[in-house]
């Protein structure tokens, strides 16, 4: 649902694949999660699919 909502709004964004890829794993971790989605933002951290919250986070960075 990030993805689409991410597409909708028109902001580019790239996509890591825990399921396939180690170093996503690590990184996801190393951030001190061990759950998707997590949407990284500027310096925010968006876990799960929360509209309000990645506007939010958006705006913040000029992104809307």
Not at 22 to 42: E, H, N, S, Y
């Amino acid at each position: 649902m990030v993805k689409v909502y991410l597409s909708r709004k028109g902001v580019p964004f790239t996509e890591y694949n825990v399921s396939l890829d180690r170093d996503a794993v690590k990184r996801l971790i190393g951030m001190g999660f061990r759950t998707t989605p997590v949407t990284v933002i500027g310096e925010e951290r968006v876990v799960g699919y929360s509209p309000p919250k990645l506007e939010a986070a958006l705006e913040t960075v000029g992104a809307l």
